[in-house]
């Protein structure tokens, strides 16, 4: 069970802080993941993380503005988001997947694997 929150409506430039918090599952093992999608458009993956090393990736529409983050001692999973601009817009939602291996780079986890879905979190960037 993965519950999104931090959404909410930002001018153009401003800050947001998502939180994604777990329950029922061993979140420190689990590779988790920030993805988003804005109307009519497709699904787009933000940012991950893995479970053990904390190694990152970050979209380009991404790097530099946003950061995530991990806190597993509270099984929440966090996405701070700099520099909003209004192409931001969008449904944020966080994703889960527990892999067989833990030395493959987030990265390279689609996201048609991950098997676990928050309801997700708006984001509204006014210009």
């Known amino acids: 069970h993965l519950v999104e929150s931090g959404g909410g409506l930002v001018h153009a430039g401003g800050s947001l802080r998502l939180s994604c918090a777990a329950s029922?599952?061993?979140?420190?093992?689990?590779?988790m993941g920030w993805f988003r999608q804005a109307p009519g458009k497709e699904r787009e993956e933000v940012s991950c993380?893995?479970?053990?090393?904390?190694?990152?990736y970050y979209a380009d529409s991404a790097k530099g503005r946003f950061t995530i983050s991990r806190d597993n001692a509270k099984n929440t999973v966090y996405l701070q988001v700099n520099g909003l601009k209004p192409e931001g817009a969008a449904v944020y939602f966080c994703?889960?997947?527990?892999?067989?291996?833990?030395?493959?780079?987030?990265?390279?986890?689609?996201?048609?694997?991950?098997?676990?879905w928050g309801q997700g979190t708006q984001v509204t960037v006014s210009s």
């Open positions: 029922g599952l061993s979140f420190e093992h689990y590779y």
């Open positions: 994703a889960a997947v527990l892999l067989d291996r833990t030395d493959v780079a987030c990265s390279d986890v689609p996201g048609k694997k991950y098997d676990r």
């Open positions: 993380i893995d479970s053990n090393y904390g190694r990152t």
